[in-house]
Nanobody, 126 residues
Framework: QVQLVESGGGLVQPGGSLRLSCTVSGFTSGDYAIGWFRQAPGKGREALSC??????YYTDSVKGRFTISRDNSKPTVYLQMDNLKPEDPAVYYC?????????????????????WGQGSQVTVSS
């Protein structure tokens, strides 16, 4: 059974940084992708970034401010969020599915994610 366990959310001032972690277990092969989404109150789910063995992908809303990385020895995927803005507060979710192909502009959507983490609240406030 695949499990995703998130950590690292919290409160940060505008312009500050946070790092989210998503520890992955249960995949029996290396052909999978891990990604991040967020959902703010009253808004729909927004795709942010994903990573696989073949690629990294960022949506325009976070490109240049957020960095995704992975440590296969743990295995954990990180989302480093810098220069956080008032529009960034949300519950952030990591998600996963089999197939590195998921991590690309034409395919990366939460509608076909297979597994989800529990969510981490990120608050940006002075």
């Amino acid at each position: 059974q695949v499990q995703l366990v998130e950590s690292g959310g919290g409160l940060v001032q505008p312009g500050g940084s946070l790092r989210l972690s998503c520890t992955v277990s249960g995949f029996t092969s290396g052909d999978y992708a891990i990604g991040w989404f967020r959902q703010a109150p009253g808004k729909g789910r927004e795709a942010l970034s994903c990573i696989s063995d073949e690629s990294k992908y960022y949506t325009d809303s976070v490109k240049g401010r957020f960095t995704i990385s992975r440590d296969n020895s743990k295995p954990t995927v990180y989302l480093q969020m810098d220069n956080l803005k008032p529009e960034d507060p949300a519950v952030y979710y990591c998600a996963a599915r089999h197939g590195g192909w998921w991590c690309g502009r034409d395919y990366y959507t939460g509608a076909i994610a297979e597994f989800w983490g529990q969510g981490s609240q990120v608050t940006v406030s002075s």
